[in-house]
Each structure stands twice: as structure tokens, then as C-alpha cells.
């Protein structure tokens, strides 16, 4: 059942164009660097390690979008020179504003072509507000309510890595670390409910800083203090670094320690993909990370030569959305950032010898590369790009480089005649000294005219065959009525393709475990990029790349098909309408990335009503032939790789990645037998598809009338372990509603509006790889049969191709996972009509997507069909997961520490592949079917729906499935009871050696912990045993310390100090490591637990490191025990991810999940609405009697 891809392709995450079309497709982007640790532990963060990245008419654009001097219609940049004294800054030139079309003069024109265009230009967010200030430094402006008393500002800073001299790699990264760690206005940021970060990428760096609107803490008079000055402090702090020695020092620790961190086998495949794909440019030789050798020398005068040649006015960009008045924004934005100059600036460069290399690149960035030519955002390079001679025309004046073929170079002019004529390599394409040893093979010619760029990546740590296929395109920017109708054919397109793969590419067993085909627009790249992403079994490459290159070839030949064509024509429409039904309630981080996004690639901003508007005008006149046309130039570089059919100029890059073989083994390849083979898959007939009958509804009227007859349906009163009353069959309460289905189904509503249109689902079967044990099944049997069914999905009559295409209708996203004690399936759908066909007054309405949800479930209940080939997928699947934690540091180590602190326990470890194999389709289905009883089950639903309709849907749906179903799976007079987790042994070092070519180091610190309630391995509870140690608390404490919460808070709040101390202590004061986590396991029917702290560093810092987290835990005991400041900070981080995560509908469906479960005990409706006040009431001495609660002494420890 993929239904999460199946739906998850049409999420368009509020972008009109190419860019984020598909939400679940992993970009090439593992290779910026990941933000700054956060002391305030900000939990938006880009990824969890690097982010690796963790984007035509007759009337021109080409004034407003390119900027080739003022011959071309660029606008200068306005520049306020501050003083006669100062000169010019020597790499400050003209350049295209970057605003783009929001650039004032530029919207105006655009604005004003609406009459004269014969295609009208796309309307601007009538709210965003631009400008820029007298000194060059321009701003964006987007008021918004959501949250409420909240705000985001992104200072973007156009000079990534890509600009870096040949010896300053790395120093964009290491300046982003210094000068915002090092800022002292930042720090007065904490303890305001503030989150701050940094992230450094190819093209840019950026620090933003989202804050409450007025601080926590009242100033002299006793006043709320206004944040924003305070942010924009921060950040104007970050222009005008000091760049202090100590600080550097203690940053570049960081900075190596990320490097050894990052250096995954994955990292290392993104580094050769990426470096095939720009060959021809500055990104293959210009990776964020830099180079450890110039690291580890530079000074003072590096780091601040670097800062002041970038950080100029006229080179950043402000980003401002939140709950702010228009006019103070402006007025502040002039206070803080107006005395800035160029100038000053470059008079400040430490390092003279420099000025000149900076200035010929300066001059050779404005004179030959796309930044200057389409967008400022851009890195400074050219491509190769792949273009159908046709969509050329289309193209504005600033794509000019995709007409060559060759390099382009630019000439530098000296009055030193030796250099006269000499040429400057921008693109580097010369060998350089400090150049990766990367043997890139010969491209290769399938056909005259027909070129293909092929590269081999092998390494020993790798476990799967990896192909992915290449062609670079120009951006176009969306910004009329034909670039917007073109964005949506090929969004279609798009969608149709990734389908045919996802759901009729799975019928027949293929050779594939994972592909994809997208096209993104890249700002970090300066270019789109239409990519197939596939992984296979080694063995079966060659047939994985004839297949997945035929469906696209099926795709570029013969195009959709008008059911495809209706069914993602109507979920685009359907998309677009429910993020304006949002409107401002959409989060500022997501306004944020779009608006950056939409900014950097010359798109025109619109809010969602507009961009509903505007898709909707435009579906309802594209035609089919509009689609296949733009089918056949998406797949021209494939389809053109065979004579006689559309073709494409440029090159096509290939790259394989592939485990170390023998020459005559069958997971062999080399670059000849890659050509050929893609040579082969182009040659290959392919015929059209037909399209599938897929059903409006799996439950028809009369069928679930039928069912209202035989089982009548009726509520019952809910009932809680925690002390809370029953509450009423008959009554909505607030702030959910809690009851139960005569058949013994839990049941729990939350109306959100906060996210408009759409509702989160969650079943849960209490159980999980626990109940393999306690109920005699097969080890292993409940998690692949879990796996097997999320892989299948027939129901009844209905093949799994109809019900994958229905939930595809109905934008409905599923996951099924088995966990170590509990079956659990989410849904994700709208909760409006969806499935719709036609538009406007002559739309016919399907059901909407919450009866579609129900209509799913309760097929899987009662109508489920197991199939083997969907077993095999799941064996598959678990077979490679089990055998890639056998070349993975991480995974390999972490599996090996809990073999030890769990005694071999299975329950807790991954399902090895004699196990997996073992399991029979007999064993997944009576393992799975058994837990699947309605007694047994709780559904917790939230969304913006009305209550009442929808729990009399779920009456009808859920309530008439027989008290009796799958009783034929129950296990008879088997144990109920969830077992503790294994008792620890005395505690023990461990050390692993994994081989690999690039030595990395991670280490841990493992020991006993209570579980997410409280609740020890031996029965006791963490409130018991804090009461018992305090023999003078009052009653007042007594009463506290009973509440059911009391547990779940003291571990919420000690796990966020825990980190607040090793951030402070491993990175900051002994800079060991860039990042030391503490989290807990956080079982909650099971009793007991584990904590684990994780250190990555390197080889030669890896105990000491293992050793200063053990020092922190200790001193959080004893020496130095928790503060009042400790606990209040850790209380707003809290209090405040609690409130912002409570607008999500998944966040209400996970915290009512257990309510009514008896196996959670201290769970109830309690643990929701008393949150604030438990948290509130903590004492340090809560926590510190807490922490004894932890294995923390010496002889409990687990270390490796």
C-alpha cells in the first residue's frame, strides 16, 4: 500500500513552479553544510546532519531578470558611499538585483505589461513588501498571523562555497560558525523563547533567527520588550564580526569535527554524483565542507579577509514574515542596517594579497555566469544544459550560455603586459594542487551528436547498485500565464510517471527498490534538474536500468493518458485549493522557504488565493496535447539517446555506484557495459499504457447500509486510567472527544483548523514486536507482515493498482510500521471533496477525503487480501536494511551497544536476514490479522472537519465492523501484559573497527532510564521514588509529584538540559565534537528504558569525547547540579515546541493515541490539558531527584 508515494507526489508545498513538486523526492542536496548548533536547540532544523544539500511572449523579461550592465536593462545596485576617504570595494560591481521581479522597478514594469503582454503576468502577493536601501541592502516583507505573536528573519548572504579562492576552501563555512557563534547580541536571545541557526551552501550562507514577538522578560519599566530589534541586532552583528581568535579556534574545532561527521558513504556518493554532474563548473571543485589542510591554518586575518570582501550591503538579502506591523518593520530594518557600507568593508580587508585574486573573480563572476545573467542567488558558473531545440525560444535572454557547447572564458585586462590576454578559469577547469583525485572517465558518444557523460563510484562500504541519470535545463521563470500553464503540464506529467513506477512498476517484482524521475528548479545549482534516481540489487542492474528508462521513454513517446491526465490535472486543483483555503494559517517557516525559493529563481510571489485562482483558470483549458508536449521535452534526453525520435542537444550525465566486485561477477559493471546498457533500454519498443478503472468508492451505499443492518452501531462512554471521569457517549467536549464504539474501538476527534483542508489519522494495535514474544509467533513475522501489508493493498474485488490509484484520487498518504510494542498506521488526507472531476460550475464532486480514510480502514480490518509477491517486496526491504547496518558506523555500532545493554534481546535489535527469511505469508498474515481485533484497537483522528460529521461517519464505517473480526487470529489464553525491558548487567566498554578509506569515529554512553511515563524496569516509578527521597516535601509537592504527568515532564525537561550541557561542554568549552546528542528510548507500555548519548569526532578525539559526556552526566548530579536558569530555559523550549507542534493534526492524533489504552496507565486526558501547568510547576528539585532515577553511576554505564 504506497499510498504515502502515491499521494505524497502531488504535495506542491505552496511552490507554482517545478520547484518542491514532489515533496518526497530526496534532492541532490547532502551536500550543504548542516546549521550551526543551536544552544536553544531549535527544532526546525534543515537535517539531522549536514544538509548535504539535510530547491515567452513578445514582451522581454530580459531587462528585469538578467543584468548584463546597463546596456542590457540591468538596474545597478544603489551604493551610498560613506566617506570621500574610503575607496570603492575592490570586488563590489554592478549587478542584477537580488529581488527579481520584486525588485520595485522591476514589478512595477511587470505590473504595468498586464495590458500590453499577450499572455498577462502572474499577480504579485498583494501583502509582500520589498525594497531597497539606500546603501544597496535590500528586504522582503511578508506579514503573517501564523503563529500569532511570532516572526522569522533570514539574513541570505550571496557568497557560498562556490566563491571561495582556490585557498579558501571551506572559510564560507567556517566565517557562517564565527560570526554567528561568536556574536554577542545573539546570546542575548536566549531564554526569550528564541531559536537561532546558520547554514552555509554552493551558493550562499544564511543565519535567521525566529523569536516571539515581545520577550518573556519585561525591561527596566516592567514592559514586554519588542524582539525584533533584538533579532535584527543579532543579525546585523553577524555583517560586522569581530572574527576573535578564541572564537575561531573554538569554531574550527567545530568545523573539523563536522567534517569527520558528514564524511558518510552517502555523503561520499552525493560528492561523486555532483561532481560528474557540473564537470564543466565551479561546484565539482567547491563543496561547502572545504579542505581540511586550509582549515586547520587559517587566522584571524583569513577569516575576516573573507567576511569583509562578502558582507557587503549590496550582496544580502533580508527575509522578514511574521505577525509584525509593515511600517515598524521598515522603520527598524533602516535603524539596524543602514549605516553599513561597501566601503567600509573593504577598507577592513585583512589580507592585501588577496584583493586582487577577489577582484578578477568579482570581474569574472559579473562578465561570464549565471549569476549575474538570471538571478544573484545563483552560484557563478555556466552548464552544459540538454535542451530541446524548441523550448529554446521560450527562453529569455539570460540563458544565453545554454546556446555553447565549449567553455566560455573571460579575458582579463592588465597594464602588466604579461598578463594581458590572459585567461581567468572562473569554471576552474585547469588542475589545481588541492583537487580531489577523482578519475573522471571518457564521455562517451552512443551516436553522432548523441553524448553521454558516464562515471563509476565503487567503495566497500557500499550495499546497493545505484543509478542515477542527468540532464541540465535552464530555469524558467514562472511569470505569466504560459510559463504557469507549462509549470502545470509538466507537474502532470510528472505525477502520471512517478505513479506508473511507484504502482504498476511493483506489479511484476522489478529489479528496482527505489525510483523516481523529477525535474526541480536548483537555486544552489543555478539550474533545473531532470533527474532518474533508481537502487537495486547488484546483481539485477543491468535489467533495473532497461526497465526504469523504458517507462520514461513510454512517458516521452506516447504521453498520458486522459484518465491520467484528469485524475493529477484535479489533485493539482484539489492541492492549490487547500492551501488558500489556509491562507495566513500557513507557518511562517513554510511562508518563509517558499517565499526564498519563489525570490531566487525569478518566479513570480503569489498568495495561495491567487495561486488557486490562477491554476484553476489555467486547468481548465490545458489540453492533452499540452501535457505530451511537455511529456516528450522532459524525457527528450532519453528519448533522444535513439535515432529518429525527439532529441535534445547537450550532454547526459550517467553515474553508477556500485559495491566492490569481481570483473566476473554479476554485480560487475564498468563504464562500457553502463553505455551499453542505456544504449540497449533506448532501443527497446515500448507501447502505451491503458488507463485503469479505478473506483469513485470502496464501500458502495448500499454495501455499507447492508453492514448498518447485521452489526448496528452504537457509542459508548470513554474510559481512562489516569482518574479522569468517563465522559459522555453523546456529547462534543473540549478539547477532544473520547469515546467508544459498541465493538470496542477507541475512539478520539480533535477539530484543527489550523491546517485547513487536511486531517492526520492514527490507528494503533498494542502489541508490536513484544507481542511476538508474549503471543508464540515467529520472530520477526508482525514486523514483515506490518511491511508486507504497507507493500500490498488489494481489498476484496479490488486489485492493488485500483486501491493505490484511489488513494492517489483522493490525496491520501499511509504508513503502516511495527514498532517494538505497538502496530501503527497514519494516514494523511484532505477533508474536503476530493476525486472531483471538471471545474467550475460544471465540477461533479467524488467523497471527501476523511470518508475515503475510513473507507480504507475499514477494509484493512475486515477485506484485507495478503499477497506473496507484496511479502517478497517486505523480505526484500529488510534483507538491505539489515545487511547496510553491516557497512554503516553508525548503524553497526548503535546495533552492537543495544545487543548489550539488552542481553541479545530481539525485540530491540534489526530482524536479520535468516529471520526475515523464515517468515511465511501464513506467519506475516496470522501475526498481523491477530492484533487487528476491534477490542484491542484505538483510532485517533484529527483535522479541520466538523466533529459530528465525522464521528457519524465513523459510526457507519468503523462502527459496523463485527465485534468478532480476525477472531479467528486471537491467540487464546495468551498474556496481555507487556513485558519491561531486560535488566541491565553491570556495565561495560565496547569497541568496534569497521574498515573503511576515510577514518571516522562515533562514540556513546549508554544506561538504564524510566520509560516516556515514568516507569522503571523493576515496577517503580520515577514519581514514587522522587517522593520517597524527599522526606521534607510539602503537601503541596506530594500532590504535584502525584499527578500523572509528573514523570513524562521531569524527562522532557531533564533530556533538553542534558543537551543544553553537552553542547556547552563537548563542543563549546573542550571542542571535541561539532554535535553530542542525548535522547531516551521512550517505550510507553513497556516499563524501563535506556538513555543514549551519541558523540561523533574524530579517531584521535573519539574517548576523549566519550569521556567528557560521561564528565557532563556526572556533573549534572553532583558537581554542578541543575540551575533555576537551567529549568526555566528548558521549560520555554518545552512549552513553546509543545504550542507549535499542537497546529499540527498529527501532533493532536499522536498525543490522543493511548488515552484510552489500559496499557498505558498514566496516559489519559490529563497528560493534554494539564501540560502547562505540570511543566510550570517543576522545581530543580524534581529533576535532580529524577536524574537518580537514571543509571548514571560509573559501574551502570555502557560505553563503546
Known amino acids: 500500500m504506497k499510498f504515502q508515494v502515491a499521494a505524497g507526489i502531488l504535495a506542491t508545498a505552496l511552490f507554482v513552479g517545478d520547484v518542491n513538486a514532489f515533496s518526497f523526492v530526496p534532492q541532490r542536496s547532502s551536500i550543504a553544510v548542516t546549521p550551526s548548533k543551536s544552544i536553544s536547540n531549535n527544532g526546525r532544523t534543515r537535517s539531522s546532519s549536514l544538509v548535504m544539500k539535510d530547491d515567452n511572449s513578445k514582451f522581454s523579461f530580459a531587462n528585469l531578470f538578467s543584468g548584463e550592465g546597463a546596456a542590457s536593462g540591468a538596474t545597478p545596485t544603489r551604493v551610498r558611499r560613506s566617506s570621500a576617504t574610503l575607496e570603492p570595494h575592490p570586488s563590489q560591481r554592478d549587478h542584477i538585483n537580488p529581488l527579481n521581479a520584486l525588485y520595485p522597478p522591476n514589478k512595477q514594469a511587470i505590473e504595468e505589461s498586464a495590458g500590453k503582454s499577450t499572455t498577462p503576468p502572474l499577480p504579485f502577493h498583494p501583502a509582500v513588501q520589498s525594497g531597497v536601501l539606500s546603501n544597496g ?3 522582503v516583507f511578508l506579514p503573517n498571523r501564523s503563529p500569532p505573536n511570532r516572526f522569522e528573519a533570514h539574513l541570505q548572504v550571496f557568497s557560498g562555497s562556490s566563491d571561495e579562492l582556490e585557498p579558501q576552501q571551506g572559510i564560507a563555512h567556517l ?51 519588542p524582539m525584533l530589534p533584538m533579532a535584527l541586532d543579532a543579525l546585523c552583528d553577524v555583517m560586522e564580526a569581530r572574527c576573535d581568535p578564541s572564537r575561531i579556534e573554538k569554531e574550527r574545532q567545530a568545523v573539523l569535527s563536522e567534517m569527520t561527521m558528514v564524511n558518510t558513504i552517502e555523503y561520499r556518493v552525493e560528492c561523486q554524483i555532483l561532481s560528474t554532474l557540473h564537470r564543466e563548473n565551479r561546484l565539482a571543485k567547491r563543496f561547502p565542507i572545504g579542505k581540511e589542510s586550509l582549515i586547520q591554518k587559517w587566522d584571524r586575518d583569513d577569516v575576516k579577509t573573507w567576511h569583509r ?102 579575458e582579463k585586462e592588465s597594464e602588466d603586459e604579461s598578463s594581458i590576454g590572459s585567461i581567468y578559469d572562473i569554471h576552474l577547469q585547469k588542475p ?98 531532470c533527474s532518474l534516481d533508481m537502487t537495486a540489487d547488484p546483481p539485477r542492474w543491468r535489467e533495473a536500468v532497461l526497465k526504469s528508462i523504458s517507462e520514461i521513454r513510454k512517458l516521452g513517446i506516447h504521453g498520458v493518458t486522459p484518465g491520467e491526465m484528469e485524475r493529477y490535472a484535479s489533485a493539482l486543483l484539489t492541492d492549490a485549493e487547500q492551501l488558500a483555503a489556509q491562507g495566513d494559517m500557513i507557518s511562517h517557516g513554510d511562508q518563509l522557504a517558499y517565499l526564498m525559493e519563489t525570490v531566487a529563481n525569478g518566479h513570480t510571489f503569489m498568495s495561495p488565493e491567487q495561486s488557486y485562482a490562477v491554476t484553476e483558470q489555467a486547468l481548465s483549458t490545458l489540453t492533452l496535447e499540452e501535457v505530451n508536449r511537455a511529456a516528450a521535452e522532459l524525457c527528450s534526453h532519453i528519448t533522444g539517446l535513439n535515432d529518429g525520435e525527439l532529441t535534445s542537444t547537450g550532454k547526459v550525465v550517467a553515474v553508477a555506484c556500485a559495491p566492490k566486485s569481481s570483473d566476473n561477477d554479476a554485480a560487475f559493471v564498468d563504464d562500457d557495459m553502463l553505455c551499453q546498457a542505456i544504449r540497449e533500454a533506448c532501443t ?44 459522555p457517549a453523546d456529547r462534543i467536549t473540549r478539547p477532544f472527544t473520547l469515546r467508544r464504539l459498541s465493538n470496542g474501538i477507541r475512539v478520539g476527534i480533535n477539530q484543527n483548523p489550523a491546517e485547513s483542508q487536511r486531517g492526520h489519522l492514527r490507528l494503533v494495535a498494542p502489541g508490536g514486536r513484544d507481542a511476538e514474544r508474549r503471543l508464540g ?8 507482515g506490518a511491511r508486507a501489508m504497507q507493500e500490498g493493498g488489494s481489498f476484496g474485488s479490488f486489485s492493488r493498482e485500483q486501491v493505490e490509484l484511489f488513494a492517489v484520487d483522493h490525496l491520501i498518504m499511509v504508513e503502516i510500521n511495527c514498532n517494538e510494542e505497538s502496530l501503527v498506521m497514519d494516514f494523511v488526507f484532505p477533508t474536503t471533496n476530493v476525486g472531483n472531476s471538471g471545474y467550475g460550475e460544471n465540477m461533479k464532486l467524488g467523497i471527501t477525503g476523511t470518508e475515503s480514510v475510513l473507507q480504507i480502514v475499514r477494509e484493512i480490518l475486515v477485506d484485507f487480501n495478503w499477497e506473496e509477491d507484496a511479502l517478497g517486496r517486505s523480505k526484500s526491504s529488510y534483507r538491505t536494511a539489515h545487511e547496510s547496518l553491516g557497512k554503516s558506523l553508525e548503524g553497526k555500532s548503535t546495533e552492537m551497544i543495544m545487543d548489550a545493554v539488552t ?88 569497541d568496534l573497527e569497521l574498515e573503511d578509506s576515510d577514518p571516522r569515529a562515533v562514540a556513546y554512553v549508554a544506561g538504564a532510564a524510566p520509560n516516556q511515563w515514568g516507569f522503571l524496569a523493576d515496577g517503580t516509578s520515577v514519581a514514587q521514588r522522587v517522593s520517597e527521597a524527599d522526606k521534607r516535601a510539602s503537601d503541596y509537592d506530594k500532590q504535584r509529584r502525584a499527578h500523572p504527568l509528573f514523570g513524562n515532564a521531569a524527562l522532557s525537561l531533564i533530556s533538553e538540559i542534558a543537551n543544553r550541557r553537552l553542547f556547552s561542554t563537548v563542543r563549546e568549552r573542550k571542542q571535541l565534537t561539532y554535535d553530542a546528542n542525548f535522547s531516551l528510548t521512550g517505550f510507553e507500555r513497556m516499563k524501563g528504558g535506556w538513555f543514549l548519548v551519541t558523540v561523533t569526532a574524530s579517531k584521535e578525539k573519539a574517548q576523549k569525547a566519550l569521556d567528557a559526556c560521561k564528565e557532563t552526566l556526572e556533573a549534572l548530579r553532583k558537581s554542578n547540579p541543575i540551575s533555576v536558569d537551567n529549568l526555566e530555559s528548558a521549560k520555554r523550549v518545552v512549552l513553546n515546541r509543545h504550542e507549535g507542534e499542537l497546529r499540527t493534526s498529527q501532533y493532536w492524533a499522536t498525543i490522543m493515541s493511548g488515552i484510552q489504552e489500559e496499557s498505558i496507565p498514566l496516559k489519559g486526558p490529563l497528560s493534554v490539558t494539564d501540560f502547562h501547568a505540570v511543566i510550570e510547576a517543576m522545581t530543580t528539585t524534581d529533576l535532580q531527584l529524577a536524574l537518580d532515577c537514571m543509571g548514571l553511576e560509573e559501574s551502570q554505564l555502557y560505553t563503546a
Open 137 to 139: 541592502f535590500s528586504y
Open 175 to 225: 566565517t557562517e560558525h564565527v560570526a554567528y557563534m561568536g556574536s554577542r547580541k545573539r546570546e542575548r536571545l536566549f531564554g526569550t523563547g528564541s531559536q537561532t541557526n546558520a547554514y552555509t551552501d554552493f551558493h550562499h550562507t544564511v543565519f535567521y533567527a525566529a523569536c516571539p514577538t515581545y520577550s518573556p522578560n519585561t525591561g527596566s519599566f516592567g514592559s514586554p520588550q
Open 309 to 410: 570582501t562578502h558582507y557587503r550591503p549590496d550582496n544580502v538579502l533580508l527575509y522578514i514574515v511574521g505577525d509584525l506591523d509593515p511600517q515598524y518593520v521598515q522603520q527598524t530594518i533602516e535603524d539596524k542596517f543602514g549605516h553599513l557600507t561597501a566601503e567600509k568593508q573593504g577598507s577592513e580587508i585583512a589580507l592585501p594579497e588577496l584583493k586582487g585574486d577577489a577582484s578578477d573573480l568579482a570581474d569574472a563572476v559579473v562578465g561570464n555566469t549565471l549569476k549575474q545573467r538570471q538571478s544573484w542567488h545563483y552560484p557563478p558558473v555556466r552548464h552544459d544544459f540538454c535542451v530541446v531545440e524548441g523550448v529554446k525560444d521560450l527562453l529569455d535572454d539570460e540563458t544565453k550560455l545554454v546556446e555553447t557547447g565549449d567553455l566560455e572564458v573571460v
Open 432 to 529: 589545481y594542487s588541492l583537487d580531489d583525485k577523482v578519475k573522471f572517465l571518457k564521455e562517451a558518444e552512443l551516436s553522432p551528436g548523441k553524448v553521454i557523460r558516464p562515471h563509476i563510484f565503487k567503495h566497500e562500504l557500499l550495499q546497493n547498485f545505484s543509478f542515477h541519470l542527468f540532464a541540465k535545463r535552464p530555469v524558467e521563470p514562472i511569470k505569466d500565464m504560459e510559463s504557469f500553464r507549462r509549470s502545470l503540464a509538466r507537474r502532470v506529467c510528472l505525477a502520471a510517471l512517478q505513479i506508473r513506477l511507484n504502482v504498476g512498476g511493483r506489479s511484476d517484482d522489478p529489479a528496482f527498490t527505489f525510483v523516481e524521475f523529477n525535474q526541480l528548479d536548483s537555486a544552489r545549482e543555478g539550474c533545473a534538474v
Open 684 to 727: 527497446i519498443e515500448v507501447e502505451p499504457v491503458e488507463d485503469v478503472v479505478v473506483p469513485h468508492t470502496l464501500v458502495t451505499p448500499a454495501e455499507l447500509e447492508e453492514a448498518m443492518k447485521a452489526n448496528p452501531p452504537s457509542w459508548e462512554s470513554g474510559q481512562f486510567s489516569d482518574g479522569t471521569p468517563n465522559t
Open 777 to 784: 509467533f515467529k520472530s520477526g513475522s508482525l514486523a514483515v
Open 903 to 990: 542481553s541479545g534481546d530481539d525485540r530491540f535489535l534489526s530482524i536479520d536476514v535468516d529471520t526475515v527469511n523464515a517468515v511465511t505469508l501464513e506467519d506475516a498474515k496470522n501475526a498481523v490479522m491477530s492484533q487487528l481485533r476491534p477490542k484491542d484497537l484505538e483510532i485517533s483522528v484529527s483535522g479541520d472537519f466538523v466533529v459530528n460529521e465525522v464521528l457519524e461517519q465513523i459510526l457507519q464505517y468503523l462502527g459496523t465492523v463485527p465485534a468478532d473480526a480476525n477472531a479467528e487470529f486471537e491467540v487464546k489464553d495468551a498474556t496481555m501484559e507487556f513485558d519491561s525491558v531486560p535488566k541491565l548487567a553491570p556495565g561495560k566498554h565496547l
